[in-house]
């Protein structure tokens, strides 16, 4: 019965080569951007799945709420919080600090290897981090490698490049900073691309200088601690020991009430409110997003199929009329017609694999650094791909099975099935949703393109063009050279202006911190803090609205302040500040002057109060503002003249405008695939649209050959076929108005600065649909009225 089915469903298929064209081709595509977008989400899902006691290991964040209402999250902790909660709490097998941090890496040259010498993250861990997250050693072990100071721990591959053979490396030291050599006591495997822990050089955590910490009021995000629950416990439980556990270590009341949390490990990659090692975010709304436009995807090829396999039921009622006068039952019918469709589907999911692999290397690009994607490189795969053929095969086979089967063979035979019996009204309600979703994904398309135009061209206060910021070297020696090093770069050519600072006016890194203005007590809210010397209003461009520079000093002698921090202090001009005293982590110094705010972190959050001043030992960075014109020499220069000051040190430069593009890299990929993928369901919809009206103007050649010999035009014959469809898309767009509305409001919710959502979008989407059904349908209109009216009154 299989292969007779089967056989059948081939000369079917052959028979109506079009349909057959139009309906694999749709969807193929359909199913190819399914299967993308599936490899997408699985791998984003993947993330740190992969340890035996994953559902046991927490990491512990910390919060701050402010009597502002403002909230302040962090996945840093204090630095005594890791022994203190391995001391007061029985409810965990382990507790592990780790700590990240950065410097200069530097390898002694080896035989037939020159010595290396490269800026890196590190990491400095516990022993009991690695009994947490089962790591596999190639070399060493936890306890053996970590536990005396000036150990050091490598990756598989950070080996092989520093040694040549990781199987060497163990035995052998590296330097780093300039703070001694430490020993290689063991090497672990490679993380995978899907984890929240790029651990390459792991030093011991007795290595680190500050383990012994005992302020709980500092807060670094590169301190993080992790807990493994023993069995039998759960997370709930520990509410109340945390509460206490808060209530006995945080005596010191500052402005903002401090509180922990334990995150689950598997949250880590999707929580937008805390950050990760590996520097990757993303949130399961952008994954519903994804996946939701994935879904409209499917529905539109199903509905393609479904609207082209009903407009051709009734040219093929007298082959169902035939098969019943011969004894076939309705059963029978529908399994035939099933198997039609699956057979379509499954020649189309093979189109839509190749289609796949083809568009890989795309994605792979699309988010940089070393993601790899692969179809089959896991087994969950296969299991997607049966269910979208199974799937797809009910969703799309079955309604025009159960019209084409359910035909009365009296009528079919004789060939007068009505022409609305192939679902008229149910081909009409699918293509108002089809073309409602075609609308929802054009209107939306145009918003993320209109907010990311407005992201890149928005003035943040200060200037962005061509200013480069060059890591510099801390370590004493270093600092001594400072002063010169900035008077070599005044002097050298197409160079404008420097300035020594902590980081750029924007930036990923910001400290904040407690502060008193006019007063002995604190202010009830934190401060943005920005080390900068007396050049850097300058070469920033930003605006002194009232008062003077900073002062030539190498400490806080003077301050600068922003608008932001005035309004929250009730101070309604900035020149009532001047003169008045603000004691900073101790430093008592007047206000000197007031700057116009600037945007000191993405366009999601909203500007922070300020506070600029000179400290010399906090300075990580040369802001170097460079001339338009030949600025790659320019660079040149800056290098040579920097690994000829600082020989011990590597040259790192980022360009501020780059370090302010990373901030949307998410909603730039997201926004790249949401227009990718609408472009996709817009052209399903039309390739769908062109075969219905193809099958519509088939089944009116004799209503149309009469309205000629009536004396009907072209032109009305052309508006007769088009008004249905004009119709059914306006309504469609009715539809599509108030749900694209309700998304893009709440996207739009997570940007503090962002556009005013106008009508426009939705007006041109309307438009849109309409022109592109206009032309479709007139095309195909056009033939059907320029056909030979003898011919089509003959037409049976």
Known sequence: MFKLNLKIALRNLWKYKGYTAINVFGLSIGLASCILIFIFVRYQMSFDQDYDNGNRIYRVVSQWKYN???????????????????????????????QQSGGVVKVRAQAGKPEIKTEEDVYYAEPSFFEIFDYKWLAGSPNQSLTAPNAVVLSEKTANTYFGDWRKAVGNSIDFDNKGHFKVTGVIQDNPQNS??????????????????????????????????????????????????????????????????????????????????????????????????????????????????????????????????????????????????????????????????????????????????????????????????????????????LIMSGFSPALAIKNKVAANAGGVGLRKTLVVVQFAITAILIIGTLVVIKQMSFIRNKSLGFDTSAIALLSMPTDSLSKLKYNTFKEIMLKTPGINKVSFCSEGPSSSNNNETNFSYNSSKDADFQVNVKMVDEDYVKTFGLQLIAGKLLPKSDTASAYIVNETLLKKLNVSKPEEALGK??????????????????????????????????????????????????????????????????????????????????????????????????????????????GLISFVATQRTKEIAIRKVLGATNLELIKMLNSSFLWM???????????????????????????????????????????????TVTIRSYRAAKANTIDALKYE
């Open 68 to 98: 502002d209402g403002n909230l302040f999250y962090s996945q840093g902790v204090p630095l005594p919080l890791a022994p203190a909660m391995r001391n007061d709490f029985s409810q965990f097998d382990k507790v592990a600090a780790i």
């Open 196 to 401: 929240s822990f790029p651990l390459t050089i792991v030093f011991s955590y007795a290595s680190y200088q500050s383990r012994n910490s005992k302020s709980w009021g500092a807060v670094s995000s590169g301190s993080e601690c992790y807990v493994l629950l023993k069995k039998g416990e759960t997370i709930d439980q520990l509410q109340k020991p945390l509460n206490q556990f808060i209530q006995k270590y945080y005596t010191d009341k500052g402005p903002g009430k401090e509180s922990h949390s334990f995150q689950p490990l598997t949250e880590i990659h999707h929580d937008e409110n805390y950050g990760s090692f590996g520097s990757s975010i993303t949130p399961y709304k952008q994954l519903v997003g994804i996946s939701v436009i994935g879904l409209f995807l499917l529905l539109t090829a199903c509905i393609n199929f479904i609207n082209l396999a009903t407009a051709q039921a009734v040219s093929r009622s007298k082959e169902v009329g035939v098969r019943k006068v011969m004894g076939g039952r309705r059963k029978q019918l529908l399994w035939q017609f099933l198997s039609e469709t699956a057979l379509i589907t499954f020649i189309a999911l093979l189109f839509a694999c190749v289609l796949t692999e083809l568009a890989l290397p795309g994605m792979e690009s699309l988010f940089g650094a070393n993601i790899s994607f692969s179809l089959f490189g896991h087994p969950v795969i296969f299991l997607f791909l049966f269910v979208l053929l199974v799937l797809v095969s009910f969703l799309a086979g079955l309604y025009p099975a």
């Open 581 to 690: 005293i603000i004691n900073l982590s101790g430093h008592r110094a007047p206000v000197a002057g007031v700057v116009k705010d600037f945007n000191n972190a993405s366009l999601h959050e909203a500007i922070s109060p300020i506070i600029l001043f000179s400290s010399k030992n906090n300075y990580h960075r040369l802001a170097i503002k460079l001339a338009s014109k030949e600025m790659l020499q320019t660079l040149k220069t800056i290098e040579h003249t920097f690994n000829s000051t600082f020989p011990d040190d590597v040259y790192t430069v980022k360009f501020i405008d780059d370090q302010i593009k990373n901030y949307y890299r998410t909603e730039q990929v997201m926004g790249t695939l949401f227009k990718v993928f609408a472009a996709v369901v817009i052209f399903i919809s039309f390739i769908g649209l062109f």
């Open 729 to 775: 898309v306006l309504i469609a767009n009715m539809v599509a108005w108030p749900v694209a509305y309700i998304f893009i409001k709440q996207w739009l919710s997570s940007f503090e600065y962002r556009i005013d959502l106008s009508i426009w979008p939705f007006v041109i989407a309307m438009f849109t649909s309409l022109a592109i059904t206009l032309i």
